[in-house]
């Protein structure tokens, strides 16, 4: 069995954040964000997680902020930390005249064709991880594996055994709840696959936090 620990980053750098006086694009300057000061706390305590403490193989997406998640799990195995930007969080598009934020957020959940221009839908961003998760496990097989990502793609890579229940938004999976989508930074799940890269359990590490919050 090969067991997968995937990750949504610690707390990104927003408060104190000030003037910005940039030439990036917005999808650039999302990508450089860091983790705030806490962030980087939470992010250490995450790799004092007792599950966490043999982790054979580390990935991560591209985004600053999942990259400085990771690498604490990756210090605490003495390991490396691989990146794969398969593992990014899905890409808005051009929000310039959207107003509706409710609505996008409802469609983009529900329809899996629903995307802006530029952007990526759900379909897309459920095929480019599932893609890479299938890549990894292949190379690491029987192994530990801890994956960095991001909240609308986990989602999005989740629902391809879990189902979304947009009226009381939860996940379940075996029709039995598995996350509440009330998301974190950082929220962890367990994923347990076969030799044949098929799904056996799935799980929110619901005791995160009471490592996190001994702060």
């Known amino acids: 069995m090969t067991t997968v620990y995937i990750s949504r980053h ?4 927003k408060e104190h954040r000030g003037i910005e ?6 999808l650039t300057w999302n990508k450089m964000s860091p983790l705030s000061v806490n962030g980087e706390k939470r992010a250490e305590k995450l790799s004092e997680l007792k599950c966490l403490q043999n982790i054979d193989v580390v990935w991560s997406s591209e985004y600053v902020r999942a990259m400085s998640t990771a690498k604490y799990i990756a210090h605490k195995n003495d390991i490396s930390v691989n ?16 107003t509706d934020m409710d609505d996008y957020h409802y469609r983009q959940y529900t329809d899996v064709n629903y995307k802006l221009d530029n952007g990526e839908n759900q379909l897309e961003v459920r095929n480019r991880m599932l893609e890479c998760l299938y890549e990894i496990i292949e190379n690491n097989k029987d192994k530990n594996i801890f994956i960095c990502s991001h909240q609308v793609a986990m989602t999005f890579f989740l629902m391809n055994w879990c189902k979304l229940n947009i009226e009381t938004y939860e996940l379940t999976y075996n ?10 930074t950082p929220e962890l799940f367990k994923l347990v696959f076969d030799s044949n890269n098929e799904l056996i359990t799935i799980e929110n590490i619901k005791r995160i936090e009471n490592v996190l919050n001994n702060e």
């Open 175 to 184: 029709n039995k709840e598995v996350f509440d989508m009330n998301f974190k």
């Open 10 to 13: 610690s707390t990104p750098f």
């Open 21 to 26: 006086l940039i030439n990036e694009n917005k």
């Open 83 to 98: 990146i794969d930007e398969r593992l990014g969080e899905r890409i808005h598009g051009d929000l310039t005249d959207y």
